[in-house]
């Protein structure tokens, strides 16, 4: 197993004037192997994907190596890459309705990896390929279109058609990030047991960690450090070391809550053109606590939280607020996207304490407000950003810490997260979590939703499973999962 | 809604896509738009036609001068003569005002309408937002420029009649869009954030909705500005709009078409300006487009 | 054919008749809105310059004039399905008949016209794409700002000049018949595709960007594999719909267009009408002209259920 199978020497990619965007990268990828290619957006990953597959855009400029099988990819001519393409190296996009032409159907979809080619797949073939790949009735389903197939399955049938002649080289491109934990690793599964080698780019440390054989981290387009999880986990380089201690979450197992009921809702419903996107959700919100919600997409996760949130009233059911939460402003939201979470014309300053001007509250100047946001900067470990500065401006994950800013500096009585931490990578989660566990400490309940199960029950004190509208109890994850019907 | 109405329409372009992260820096990204540059100082060169012409008419515009009937361009006339011996160069400057301004007015009432109705709907909700929703639907059965000859055929020609049948022809598609615009606004993270810290809705409406929604909705209006100029000389030329004597471009081409053979200036002079300022109005719409809502290319 | 298609088939015929019951509404209502008594102008038509008052009362109650508005409307409706679109202020004859003469040429003009643009810029925008970012795009492209600034009828008035006049090609009068279509037809036609180009162009592009091209491109096909198999087909979608829309805007531009060609057809009618005030006849274009509209929009939301099945559920 240790024939190399794909070698990068000194390889440099860039556009014209504009940034290199590769930076002469060395990398090797043997026959067989799973090695994962890992770091945040921006960092050169996917391109390193198209030159491997001869499909840089036009414009980009190259030197160094890259050599598959002998032949160098970079100066292949269009002829000689298409016979490559598919055949030797297989290829797997990241959202699988996206890499699917919509107007056709998964046969053609799958068939396609043999029509491009100018073959005609064998009868049955294609619903043999499926079954390998683990969808059950795929002769059924195989007549219908993308759209109405679930995420999982779809990628296994992009996984089967970029398998189809058995290339000694998949590349995938984060095949799993628009898939939830349990689905990500079966996907991961399938892709391994196809008997390529496989070059994995992901973003997250944590699922790379459960699958690769050997890892290269990378970051502005070089190499920091590449090996075994093992190698890499006592790694000398800091910034490695960073990386690795934030793909643990802030675990608070064990931890007593104290804190009484403060929102609870019972038998809640809502429905949206005739169809009920949740019912009877009974759910109860612990002050100081961190409540999981999870569940596959359009389960009714992100409906339950308007409700709690107030910003739409339940179709069936009650809401008991007690006490501290009939002041507006008590609850608070951190949303998915960061960038857009923040007024985009505004500089961030007037959005993080926006919520110090609302009606009820005591008139503040700008002085007093400029003021104030500053201290919050600090406190979310961004003292060094000005506050004059527009969310276009900032990263991501910074945007992220100033919505989180902007949910505590009222102080609420709940924040209710939804998927905070998905858009980020893996330091600026790990940072992402610290803030709202800090604020779990000071009192808040916290309501987080994640599709990320892993992360969930190592941070929350109980995780409520959502599957198609109605809430259940998985667990034991704590103690306190018992309590999840208190009524 | 179909996003492709502008087809049917007087002026009714596409709404693009913005992407989230407008920045307040917008004019140094728009001054590096070559189509923008060169659209802006064509506008700005029209404007100051439209708004000084008037006084630089070197002849009087509508008086007549037989004996200097049909004279090619020259020293005295710059641009000739037509059939009765008005100075073109005159008529032209003097028109300008009237075919500019006359879209420009539309497009400014039409915007205005359609973002006051359009917010109202998308804010009110409920019976409010479906009268005027259904009166919107009812007013868009009809193609824009359909719509515009009935009122016309109704109100009789004039140039005042043609700008409120302009105005009533396309009214509803800019309300529509403003709405819509609102809508999705609404379900914006920051408009749900302020909205559950208890900010009153005049505030959220004036701070984070209405900036955008009519930020939108005039870089549509401008996108439309080349097809409502063209569509004021056109109804000119018909003899709907502006009427004799006095000059606007289409109707100078309309009332000197049997005279293009002998003399082609009367033809030029009016259709290159027409061509311009579409021209203008389009290369600042697209620039505008280009820079606020770039087309992805991954 | 699947369940879903039938009823979103179904949905869809549903929603164009309430539209075209809509745009009736609006076409009825310029009548009451115009100025003058419809019952002494339709006299004056007959020739009976003072009509007695029995004689205005009766046509009055035979028009339903003397009625509430929406009594108004519906009898008029039921007038109109019964294909009885009053008479002419001018001609004191039949509206239906009056058009129903011209249409025939007006159809021969717009229909050419489309089929041309339609033909010249599907051409134009696979040879753009084809040749991306090179100079047959280049030259497209600085076609399409052009023509997209040139308005028809400015255009129309440089083709008579120039190539008519100047070149001796076709005809000054024209006489509506098919031998002399050619020229107004393409001067329509190249107006009208530097907009479609422009649109059909950027579609191309976008499905051509697509992730599901890059993996085709990926999985080894060649770009033209990847511009007809899938670029092409959800490319079109957004195309077609502009031309179904574009048909109200091809209608609304006959008048300027056949004034210009002296083509003869219902667009130079209703200038005529216009300046006589003959408002049976201008309502009858409007509905003409608003109910083609209402069909071509159907027939392209037809079609582009059946090319994309996401479009296929009931709405």
Same mark, same amino acid.
């Given at each position: 197993?240790?024939?190399?199978?794909?070698?990068?020497?000194?390889?440099t990619i860039?556009?014209?004037?504009?940034?290199?965007?590769?930076?002469?990268?060395?990398?090797?990828?043997?026959?067989?192997e799973?090695?994962?290619?890992?770091?945040?957006?921006?960092?050169?990953?996917?391109?390193?994907?198209?030159?491997?597959?001869?499909l840089?855009p036009?414009?980009?400029?190259?030197?160094?190596?890259?050599?598959?099988?002998?032949?160098?990819?970079?100066?292949?001519?269009?002829?000689?890459?298409?016979?490559?393409?598919?055949r030797?190296?297989?290829y797997?996009?990241?959202?699988?309705? $996206?890499?699917?032409?919509?107007?056709?159907?998964?046969?053609?979809?799958?068939?396609?990896?043999?029509?491009?080619?100018?073959?005609?797949?064998a009868?049955g073939?294609?619903?043999?390929?499926?079954?390998?790949?683990?969808?059950?009735?795929a002769?059924?389903?195989?007549?219908?279109?993308?759209? $109405?197939?679930?995420g999982?399955m779809?990628?296994?049938a992009?996984?089967a058609?970029?398998?189809?002649?058995?290339?000694a080289?998949?590349?995938?491109?984060?095949?799993?990030?628009?898939?939830?934990?349990?689905?990500?690793?079966?996907?991961?599964?399938?892709?391994k047991?196809?008997?390529?080698?496989v070059?994995?780019?992901?973003?997250?440390?944590?699922?790379?960690?459960?699958h690769?054989?050997?890892?290269?981290?990378?970051?502005?387009?070089?190499?920091?450090?590449?090996?075994?999880? $093992?190698?890499?986990s006592?790694?000398?380089?800091?910034?490695v070391?960073?990386?690795?201690?934030?793909?643990?979450?802030?675990?608070?197992?064990g931890?007593?809550?104290?804190?009484?009921?403060?929102?609870?809702?019972?038998?809640?419903?809502?429905?949206?053109?005739?169809h009920?996107?949740?019912?009877?959700?009974?759910?109860?919100?612990?002050?100081?606590?961190?409540?999981?919600?999870?569940g596959?997409?359009?389960?009714?996760?992100?409906?339950?939280l308007?409700?709690?949130?107030?910003?739409?009233?339940?179709?069936?059911?009650?809401l008991?607020?007690?006490?501290?939460?009939?002041?507006?402003?008590?609850?608070?939201?951190?949303?998915?996207?960061?960038?857009?979470?923040?007024?985009?014309?505004?500089?961030i300053?007037?959005?993080?304490?926006?919520?110090?001007?609302?009606?009820?509250?005591?008139? &503040?100047?700008?002085? $007093?407000?400029?003021?104030?946001a500053a201290?919050?900067?600090?406190?979310?470990?961004?003292?060094?950003?000005d506050?004059?500065?527009?969310?276009?401006? &900032?990263?991501?994950?910074?945007?992220?810490?100033?919505?989180?800013?902007r949910?505590?500096?009222?102080?609420?009585?709940?924040?209710?997260?939804?998927?905070?931490?998905?858009?980020?990578?893996?330091?600026?989660?790990?940072?992402?979590?610290?803030?709202?566990?800090?604020?779990?400490?000071?009192?808040?309940?916290?309501?987080?939703?994640?599709?990320?199960?892993?992360?969930?029950?190592q941070?929350?004190?109980?995780?409520l499973?959502?599957?198609?509208?109605?809430?259940?109890?998985?667990?034991p994850f704590?103690?306190?999962?018992?309590?999840?019907?208190?009524? | 809604?179909?996003?492709?109405?502008?087809?049917?329409?007087?002026?009714?372009?596409?709404?693009p896509?913005?992407?989230?992260n407008?920045?307040?820096?917008?004019?140094?990204q728009?001054?590096?738009?070559?189509?923008?540059?060169?659209?802006?100082?064509?506008?700005?060169?029209?404007?100051?036609m439209?708004? &000084?012409?008037?006084?630089?008419?070197?002849?009087?515009p509508?008086?007549?001068?037989?004996a200097a009937?049909?004279?090619?361009?020259?020293?005295?006339?710059?641009?000739?003569?037509?059939?009765?011996?008005?100075?073109?160069?005159?008529?032209?400057?003097?028109?300008?005002?009237?075919?500019i301004?006359?879209?420009?007015?539309?497009?400014?009432?039409?915007?205005?309408?359609?973002?006051?109705?359009?917010?109202?709907a998308?804010?009110?909700?409920?019976?409010?937002?479906?009268?005027?929703?259904?009166?919107?639907?009812?007013?868009?059965?009809?193609?824009?420029?359909?719509?515009?000859?009935?009122?016309?055929?109704?109100?009789?020609?004039?140039?005042?009649?043609?700008l409120?049948?302009?105005?009533l022809?396309?009214?509803?598609?800019?309300?529509?869009l403003?709405?819509?615009?609102?809508l999705?606004?609404?379900q914006? +993270?920051?408009?749900l954030?302020?909205?559950?810290?208890?900010?009153?809705?005049?505030?959220?409406?004036?701070?984070?909705?209405l900036?955008?929604?009519?930020?939108?909705?005039?870089?549509?209006?401008?996108?439309?500005?080349?097809?409502?100029?063209?569509?004021?000389?056109?109804?000119?030329?018909?003899?709907?709009g502006?009427?004799?004597?006095?000059?606007?471009?289409g109707?100078?081409?309309?009332?000197?078409?049997?005279?293009?053979?002998?003399?082609?200036?009367l033809?030029?002079?009016?259709?290159?300006?027409?061509?311009?300022?579409?021209?203008a109005?389009?290369?600042?719409?697209?620039?505008l487009?280009?820079?606020?809502?770039?087309?992805?290319?991954? | 054919m699947?369940?879903g298609?039938?009823?979103a088939?179904?949905g869809?015929?549903?929603?164009?008749?309430?539209?075209?019951?809509?745009?009736?509404?609006?076409?009825?209502?310029?009548?009451?809105?115009?100025?003058?008594?419809?019952?002494?102008?339709?006299?004056?038509?007959?020739?009976?310059?003072?009509?007695?008052?029995?004689?205005?009362?009766?046509?009055?109650?035979?028009?339903a004039?003397?009625? +509430?508005?929406?009594?108004?409307f519906?009898?008029?409706?039921?007038?109109?399905?019964?294909?009885?679109?009053?008479?002419?202020?001018?001609?004191?004859?039949?509206?239906?008949?009056?058009?129903?003469?011209?249409?025939?040429?007006?159809?021969?003009?717009?229909g050419?016209?489309?089929?041309?643009?339609i033909?010249?810029?599907?051409?134009?925008?696979?040879i753009?794409?084809?040749?991306?970012?090179?100079?047959?795009?280049?030259?497209?492209?600085?076609?399409?700002?052009?023509?997209?600034?040139?308005?028809?009828?400015?255009?129309?008035?440089?083709?008579?000049?120039?190539?008519?006049v100047?070149?001796?090609?076709?005809?000054?009068?024209?006489?509506?018949?098919?031998?002399?279509?050619?020229?107004?037809?393409?001067?329509?036609?190249?107006?009208?595709?530097?907009?479609?180009?422009q649109?059909?162009?950027?579609?191309l592009?976008?499905a051509?960007?697509?992730?599901?091209?890059?993996?085709?491109?990926?999985?080894?096909?060649?770009?033209?594999?990847?511009?007809?198999?899938?670029?092409?087909?959800?490319?079109?979608?957004?195309? &077609?719909?502009?031309?179904?829309i574009?048909?109200?805007?091809?209608?609304?531009?006959?008048?300027?267009?056949?004034?210009i060609f002296?083509w003869?057809?219902?667009?130079?009618?209703?200038?005529?009408?216009?300046?006589?005030?003959?408002?049976?006849?201008?309502?009858?274009?409007?509905?003409?002209?608003g109910?083609?509209?209402?069909?071509?929009?159907?027939?392209?939301?037809?079609?582009?259920?059946?090319?994309?099945?996401?479009?296929?559920?009931?709405?």
């Amino acid at each position: 197993m240790s024939d190399v199978l794909l070698a990068c020497k000194r390889l440099t990619i860039g556009y014209g004037a504009g940034p290199t965007v590769v930076q002469g990268i060395d990398l090797t990828i043997r026959a067989g192997e799973c090695l994962a290619l890992v770091g945040p957006s921006g960092s050169g990953k996917t391109t390193i994907a198209r030159a491997i597959l001869g499909l840089l855009p036009p414009g980009a400029q190259t030197s160094g190596s890259l050599t598959f099988q002998g032949q160098d990819v970079l100066t292949l001519d269009e002829a000689a890459l298409r016979q490559l393409r598919g055949r030797a190296i297989g290829y797997v996009a990241q959202d699988p309705y $996206q890499a699917c032409d919509p107007l056709r159907t998964v046969q053609t979809h799958v068939s396609a990896a043999w029509a491009v080619h100018g073959e005609r797949p064998a009868a049955g073939v294609v619903c043999e390929r499926l079954a390998q790949a683990g969808i059950a009735d795929a002769a059924r389903a195989i007549d219908q279109y993308p759209h $109405q197939w679930s995420g999982g399955m779809l990628q296994r049938a992009s996984i089967a058609a970029a398998t189809a002649h058995a290339p000694a080289l998949l590349v995938a491109d984060e095949p799993t990030s628009a898939l939830d934990t349990d689905r990500a690793d079966a996907v991961l599964a399938t892709l391994k047991a196809s008997g390529s080698a496989v070059l994995l780019i992901s973003h997250d440390l944590g699922l790379v960690l459960r699958h690769a054989d050997r890892i290269a981290l990378c970051d502005e387009g070089r190499i920091l450090e590449t090996g075994t999880p $093992q190698a890499l986990s006592i790694s000398s380089n800091r910034y490695v070391q960073n990386l690795f201690s934030a793909v643990g979450v802030p675990s608070r197992k064990g931890r007593e809550h104290q804190g009484e009921i403060c929102l609870s809702g019972r038998g809640l419903g809502m429905r949206y053109g005739g169809h009920d996107a949740i019912s009877d959700c009974d759910v109860s919100v612990y002050a100081g606590e961190i409540l999981g919600i999870t569940g596959p997409s359009g389960c009714g996760k992100s409906t339950l939280l308007r409700l709690l949130g107030g910003l739409e009233r339940p179709y069936a059911g009650t809401l008991k607020r007690s006490v501290a939460l009939n002041r507006p402003g008590s609850i608070m939201p951190v949303f998915q996207d960061p960038v857009v979470s923040l007024n985009s014309r505004w500089a961030i300053w007037r959005s993080l304490t926006e919520p110090l001007t609302a009606r009820h509250l005591p008139r &503040l100047s700008q002085k $007093q407000r400029r003021d104030r946001a500053a201290a919050a900067l600090e406190q979310v470990g961004l003292g060094a950003v000005d506050p004059e500065s527009l969310p276009g401006q &900032l990263s991501s994950g910074q945007c992220q810490r100033i919505s989180v800013a902007r949910a505590t500096i009222g102080q609420p009585a709940i924040i209710l997260a939804d998927e905070p931490t998905s858009a980020l990578d893996t330091i600026a989660r790990q940072q992402v979590l610290n803030l709202l566990s800090g604020a779990a400490l000071d009192g808040t309940a916290i309501v987080l939703v994640s599709h990320d199960q892993h992360m969930l029950n190592q941070f929350a004190d109980r995780v409520l499973v959502m599957q198609d509208g109605r809430l259940a109890v998985r667990g034991p994850f704590s103690q306190r999962a018992a309590v999840a019907r208190p009524f | 809604m179909s996003a492709l109405d502008r087809f049917a329409s007087v002026a009714r372009p596409p709404v693009p896509a913005f992407r989230p992260n407008t920045s307040r820096r917008l004019w140094p990204q728009l001054l590096g738009h070559g189509g923008f540059r060169l659209g802006l100082a064509l506008c700005m060169l029209l404007l100051a036609m439209a708004i &000084l012409g008037p006084a630089l008419t070197p002849f009087e515009p509508n008086w007549p001068d037989y004996a200097a009937a049909l004279q090619p361009p020259g020293a005295s006339h710059w641009l000739g003569t037509d059939a009765t011996g008005r100075d073109v160069l005159s008529r032209v400057l003097d028109g300008a005002h009237r075919s500019i301004g006359a879209a420009s007015l539309v497009l400014a009432a039409i915007f205005g309408i359609g973002l006051v109705v359009g917010t109202l709907a998308g804010l009110a909700g409920g019976w409010i937002d479906l009268i005027l929703m259904r009166l919107v639907d009812v007013v868009m059965t009809l193609p824009g420029l359909v719509l515009a000859i009935a009122v016309i055929g109704v109100l009789g020609p004039g140039l005042f009649n043609l700008l409120l049948a302009l105005i009533l022809a396309d009214w509803a598609y800019y309300a529509r869009l403003a709405r819509s615009l609102t809508l999705t606004a609404r379900q914006r +993270p920051d408009v749900l954030a302020a909205r559950m810290a208890g900010i009153g809705w005049g505030r959220i409406l004036f701070g984070h909705i209405l900036p955008g929604v009519a930020l939108q909705l005039a870089v549509v209006a401008t996108l439309g500005l080349g097809g409502m100029i063209a569509a004021v000389s056109g109804f000119s030329f018909l003899g709907l709009g502006v009427q004799p004597p006095y000059a606007e471009w289409g109707a100078m081409l309309a009332e000197s078409r049997f005279y293009f053979p002998i003399a082609p200036w009367l033809l030029l002079a009016p259709a290159t300006l027409i061509f311009a300022s579409v021209l203008a109005a389009n290369l600042l719409g697209n620039g505008l487009r280009d820079t606020l809502a770039p087309r992805g290319r991954s | 054919m699947t369940p879903g298609l039938a009823s979103a088939i179904f949905g869809r015929l549903a929603q164009a008749v309430l539209t075209a019951l809509a745009a009736s509404m609006l076409v009825w209502a310029l009548l009451p809105l115009a100025p003058g008594d419809p019952v002494l102008r339709i006299f004056e038509a007959r020739n009976i310059l003072e009509p007695n008052d029995l004689q205005i009362a009766n046509l009055r109650a035979e028009m339903a004039l003397d009625q +509430p508005l929406p009594n108004q409307f519906a009898h008029w409706l039921i007038r109109v399905t019964q294909g009885d679109l009053s008479v002419s202020y001018r001609t004191g004859r039949p509206v239906l008949s009056e058009l129903l003469d011209r249409l025939p040429a007006t159809l021969l003009l717009l229909g050419s016209a489309l089929a041309g643009s339609i033909a010249l810029s599907l051409l134009l925008s696979i040879i753009a794409v084809a040749w991306h970012g090179k100079w047959p795009d280049r030259a497209i492209m600085l076609y399409t700002q052009l023509g997209a600034a040139l308005p028809t009828f400015v255009l129309a008035l440089l083709v008579l000049q120039y190539v008519v006049v100047g070149a001796g090609v076709g005809k000054v009068l024209a006489n509506g018949s098919a031998s002399l279509v050619l020229l107004p037809a393409l001067t329509i036609a190249v107006d009208r595709a530097a907009g479609w180009t422009q649109l059909l162009r950027a579609s191309l592009l976008d499905a051509g960007a697509a992730n599901h091209a890059m993996v085709a491109r990926a999985r080894g096909a060649t770009p033209r594999y990847v511009l007809l198999r899938h670029s092409l087909p959800n490319g079109i979608v957004p195309f &077609l719909t502009a031309i179904g829309i574009s048909i109200g805007g091809l209608i609304g531009g006959a008048p300027i267009i056949e004034e210009i060609f002296t083509w003869p057809g219902i667009g130079r009618y209703l200038l005529q009408a216009l300046s006589a005030r003959d408002y049976p006849v201008i309502q009858g274009f409007v509905l003409i002209s608003g109910l083609s509209y209402v069909g071509a929009s159907l027939i392209v939301d037809l079609v582009t259920m059946l090319i994309d099945p996401r479009l296929r559920r009931p709405a």
